[in-house]
């Protein structure tokens, strides 16, 4: 019998910011077509271990029935089908109660309207942006979100969660060390 490895769950989001696709498009696995709207999207949704790693591609299973329900959130059919055989196949649930689950977590979290609604880029320091979705989720505990970055760049606002999904400290993770990081415009 297999072990359910859902101890914990993370919940990362990234800015399709600035000019054309923004930064949403330039992450790995999304299809070469990959065209968004501007605003907050799903990443994704995968199981997490409680020291920072996480189980893939743990087997072969059908996704869901109909991906395309799905775009509102994850405006991208590869990225979705890459999401459910790396992470979604690491729980027990099927794909269509695994896209459920995700669709509730991206419903409860909110994006502040200071990060938005940016129609300029803004530079902060990473524990002032943490901050603004600390204020816009009061319900999330000191700790239960994380900032990650590459090359001065926010690329995504992660939370976690419990087997619940509800907000947990995050353990394991570490947030962007830049000292700033630039965010925006969201059009």
């Not at 914990?8 to 299809?31: K, T």
């Not at 329900?69 to 999401?83: C, Y």
Request: charged share 20%; glycine share 12%.
């Amino acid at each position: 019998m297999r072990r359910s490895l859902r101890l914990g769950a993370v919940l990362a989001l990234v800015c399709a910011c600035g000019l054309a696709s923004g930064e949403f498009c330039r992450i790995a696995d999304v299809g070469p077509g990959c065209t968004t709207r501007a605003g907050w999207l799903l990443h994704g949704l995968w199981a997490q271990r409680f020291d920072g790693t996480y189980p893939v591609f743990c087997a072969e299973r059908g996704g869901p029935e109909h991906p395309e329900k799905n775009l509102d959130m994850t405006p991208d059919l590869a990225l979705l089908e890459h999401e459910w055989k790396k992470h979604g196949t690491c729980t027990t649930m099927s794909a269509d109660a695994f896209f459920a689950a995700e669709r509730k977590a991206f419903a409860a979290f909110v994006v502040p309207a200071a990060m938005d609604g940016l129609d300029t880029t803004v530079t902060l320091a990473p524990g002032a942006i943490l901050g603004e979705f600390y204020t816009a989720n009061p319900g999330f505990p000191k700790g239960s979100l994380v900032l990650w970055c590459s090359k001065g760049k926010v690329t995504s606002v992660s939370a976690c969660l419990g087997k619940d999904l509800k907000p947990v400290v995050c353990q394991g993770l570490k947030s962007c060390g830049d000292a700033v990081v630039s965010v925006g415009p969201v059009r």
